[in-house]
């Protein structure tokens, strides 16, 4: 199993534009999560999803949209971007409430 | 709305025990967890309570007492490739709060 998959790795985007982070996860696992991580910080829930179809707001949510339209995906999308959405997001995923798995993070600049 | 506090930093000998300290506020509790994160990595699973006691996996162990809203990891043993951060999360219903986390430094 590859476990929870992100890509890109590394990304600079200018302010404005849009792009969207990709998160997939061969576990099988209904829930997904999407955390940023801001330098020295704690992890901070931005969206979070417990099954295909369904997703719910975290505590950053503004300037972001998800959609989880498989039990493996669960793309992340910044329209719009800002220097404030510097940093380097983490999408995990888990079964139902139990510990989570994460992927290898994707560091991203917005200058 | 949920706080989570844990010290900034801590400093410890190769060998010794360390215990890290997290305190909580919730309005809906559903499990606590302990992750590992090595600088410039992901985080990884070290421990879940969502009952009150000790849970013991190896050289780490974590305690919780829901009514105190407080945890914390006990490190043992400590090797040099315990330096990390260790981040201290709650799960309240579905949504996920961490704390900021503790960058453990350990010192031959």
């Known amino acids: 199993n590859a476990g929870v998959t992100q890509t890109p790795k590394f990304r600079i985007l200018k302010i404005g534009q849009s792009m969207t982070l990709q998160c997939t996860q061969d576990?099988?696992?209904?829930?997904m999560y999407w955390y940023r991580q801001d330098p020295g910080m704690g992890l901070k829930l931005i969206y979070y999803s417990v099954g295909a179809g369904i997703t719910d707001k975290g505590e950053v949510p503004n300037g972001y949209n998800v959609s989880r339209s498989t039990t493996e995906d669960f793309p992340l999308r910044l329209e719009l971007a800002a220097p404030s959405q510097t940093s380097v997001y983490f999408c995990?995923?888990?079964?139902?409430?139990?510990?989570?798995?994460f992927g290898p993070g994707t560091r991203l600049t917005v200058t | 709305g949920q706080n989570i506090d844990q010290p900034t930093e801590m400093t410890a000998t190769e060998g010794a025990i360390v215990q890290i300290n997290c305190t909580y506020q919730?309005?809906?509790?559903?499990?606590l967890f302990w992750y590992q994160q090595h600088a410039g990595e992901a985080p990884t699973f070290l421990s879940y309570?969502?009952?009150?006691g000790l849970e013991e996996k190896g050289r780490f162990s974590s305690f919780l007492s829901r009514s105190k809203g407080y945890s914390y990891l006990l490190l043992k043993e400590l090797q040099m490739k315990d330096s990390a951060s260790y981040l201290c999360a709650v799960r309240d219903n579905n949504d996920m709060r961490f704390g900021a986390g503790t960058r453990l430094t350990v010192k031959p």
């Open positions: 919730t309005s809906g509790f559903n499990g």
């Open positions: 995990a995923s888990s079964y139902s409430s139990a510990e989570q798995y």
């Open positions: 309570n969502v009952l009150d």
């Open positions: 576990m099988n696992h209904n829930y």
